[in-house]
Antibody
Framework: QVQLVESGGGVVQPGGSLRLSCAAS????????MHWVRQAPGKGLEWVAF????????YYADSVKGRFTISRDNSKNTLYLQMNSLRAEDTAVYYC????????????WGQGTLVTVSS | QSALTQPASVSGSPGQSITISCTGT?????????VSWYQQHPGKAPKLMIY???NRPSGVSNRFSGSKSGNTASLTISGLQAEDEADYYC????????????FGTGTKVTVL
């Protein structure tokens, strides 16, 4: 069955960096686009970034553009999110999510990894 | 990339039907048939309930249905059950200057 397992979260100081990983299994990873979605404590979902199945195109929310980089290694079935210049408002649970076959929804989600930006 | 607008809360008794609205603009909800709905229980990851406005993934109860009219999409839960108590989020594909996705503000569904 499809599994998405995020890792790499933790506590980081403002201005710091962190790299999240999402290990995928149970489907042909190289055939699907992948998303990062975050949820601040007690708040709603916020789309962060999307990468096409082959890594050819990447798209970002305005709130993270220029600071975050989404990437993937299809040989390792792994999705990444490099987060630089972190701010307090980046504190959230970060989910990776698989693109649905139709292309415009997320049919499988990981359990999330918590990132806390605090001094 | 403003969030889509949902009511903060909706409630209903077991067996009743409820509808959650999701209002956007012609650049997102109104412009494409790419609205999806997610259910999230406390401390859990979101679960896809509806995609492409009105399609149900395999395994999702047929008590859940979706529709759209103009810039507003809707999720209807019929035969409300205790297990339906959760937060619900809509989402839409959008293109302004570039491709992106936007979520709704979220709706807390309470089963009375």
């Amino acid at each position: 069955q499809v599994q998405l397992v995020e890792s790499g979260g933790g506590v980081v100081q403002p201005g710091g960096s962190l790299r999240l990983s999402c290990a995928a299994s149970g489907f042909t990873f190289s055939s699907y686009g992948m998303h990062w979605v975050r949820q601040a404590p007690g708040k709603g979902l916020e789309w962060v970034a999307f990468i096409r199945y082959d890594g050819s195109n990447k798209y970002y929310a305005d709130s993270v553009k220029g600071r975050f980089t989404i990437s993937r290694d299809n040989s390792k079935n792994t999705l990444y999110l490099q987060m630089n210049s972190l701010r307090a408002e980046d504190t959230a649970v970060y989910y990776c999510a698989k693109e649905s076959p139709s292309g415009y929804a997320n049919d499988y989600w990981g359990q999330g990894t918590l990132v806390t930006v605090s001094s | 990339q403003s969030a889509l607008t949902q009511p903060a809360s909706v409630s209903g008794s077991p067996g009743q039907s409820i509808t959650i609205s999701c209002t956007g603009t012609s650049s997102d909800v109104g412009g494409y048939n790419y609205v999806s709905w997610y259910q999230q229980h406390p401390g859990k990851a979101p679960k896809l309930m509806i995609y492409d406005v009105s399609n149900r993934p395999s395994g999702v109860s047929n008590r859940f249905s979706g529709s759209k009219s103009g810039n507003t999409a809707s999720l209807t839960i019929s035969g409300l059950q205790a297990e339906d108590e959760a937060d619900y989020y809509c989402s839409s594909y959008t293109i302004s200057d570039t491709l992106s996705f936007v979520f709704g503000t979220g709706t807390k569904v309470t089963v009375l």
